[in-house]
């Protein structure tokens, strides 16, 4: 008979198979090469039935000079979070980074059953800037080394994006920028974990000393709109280095992919008929449950998905591109207490 495999997919395979009689050997068939087909599909049925939901005006998207860059620096001079404390823990280190607060939590080296990996969570607070608020890899922590007490230093250079958020209460949106920068702070929170190499000379339990990098924050100097109106299971639309496409479409919900650099993607909106939005400002996170995708980068780079909710009746989708940002990038080395 034959026997089917479960698992994963990716790494872990099991088999079970019921028989009777005497077993005199097992054979395995195996496949000598694969050819990958790829079939294009895309469905041109309309959305389910949405009743009217809440929406509002487009939000706006204004380019960020060197000048609003600079009251945000000063700023940060006075800028004193009530806490950088979470529930459980303190921070074992505490430095800042431009206008940026960084606090390090928990790091520690551990043994898993794929090698020894590094983890910690860093937390960054700063004054309320509208162009970084929930919008996509405008904040990117930078890691490049890490030094240990007992003198190990890993250099490995780790790119994480932000994904700040408004805290300290409610968010008026008819306030201006610095208006809201009296009440509200951008918070963003990383959990990170690098592989240490086997021939490093790291091991589980040591304790790190120090951590450098950098933290960059990317500005928008020119921005456009790219309409998507064909609201279809399958379409794509190509923008500046990266390509999206619409991967799920349901009741209340929408499901894009991104697939490329989409460091230039600053907003997506979804319309209603009449032009508002009724939703804004997704956070990508990478595919996992895929067949195929590795956290090895180089053997199967992910795509980076995002589920879009809304109320309403979705009439077109809106890409907000930066044809030109400006990088900053500001230093730091957090110090273990």
């Known amino acids: 008979g034959a026997a089917s495999f479960g698992g994963d997919g990716i790494s872990t395979q099991s088999v079970s198979s019921q028989f009777q009689g005497e077993v005199n050997f097992i054979e395995l068939v195996t496949a000598e090469a694969l050819d990958t087909l790829v079939y294009e599909l895309q469905l041109d049925t309309p959305l389910p039935m949405q009743g009217e939901g809440f929406s509002q005006a487009v ?9 609003d860059w600079d009251e945000v620096l000063d700023d940060a001079k006075a800028f004193q979070p009530k806490t950088d404390q979470d529930e459980y823990f303190d921070p074992v280190a505490r430095t800042t980074a431009g206008p940026a607060r960084l606090s390090l939590f928990m790091p520690k080296v551990s043994r898993r059953f794929d090698g020894t990996v590094f983890s910690s969570r860093l937390q960054m607070r700063m004054p309320y800037v509208a162009a970084l608020d929930n919008r996509v890899n405008r904040a990117v922590l930078v890691v490049r080394a890490l030094g240990f ?5 890993l250099t490995h250079e780790r790119r994480t994006p932000f994904q700040l958020g408004s805290s300290g209460g409610f968010k008026d949106v008819s306030r201006t920028e610095a208006q809201l920068r009296r009440s509200l702070h951008l918070r963003g929170d ?3 974990t690098i592989r240490v190499p086997d021939d490093a000379g790291i091991h589980e339990h040591q304790q790190l000393q120090e951590m450098s990098g950098a933290v960059e924050f990317h500005l928008p100097q020119s921005i456009i709109s790219i309409p998507m109106a064909d609201l279809t299971l399958g379409k794509r639309v190509h923008a500046s280095d990266f390509e999206l496409q619409v991967i799920e479409i349901a009741a209340g919900h929408l499901t894009l992919s ?3 650099d989409y460091a230039d993607l600053v907003d997506v909106l979804i319309l209603n008929p009449s032009g508002e939005t009724i939703a804004a400002g997704p956070a990508f996170d990478r595919e996992k449950n895929r067949l ?5 980068e180089k053997a199967s780079r992910p795509r980076a998905v995002v589920n879009m909710r809304f109320n309403g009746t979705p009439a077109e989708l809106r890409l907000v591109v930066s044809e030109k940002s400006r990088m900053l990038s500001y230093p730091f080395v957090l110090v273990v207490k």
């Not at 939000?59 to 000048?67: I, K, L, R």
């Open 258 to 260: 991104v697939d490329g």
């Open 149 to 153: 007490r007992d003198g190990q230093r």
């Open 59 to 67: 939000p706006p998207h204004a380019s960020y000079t060197v000048q």
């Open 190 to 192: 990383i959990p990170l």
């Open 292 to 296: 195929g995708v590795s956290d090895d």
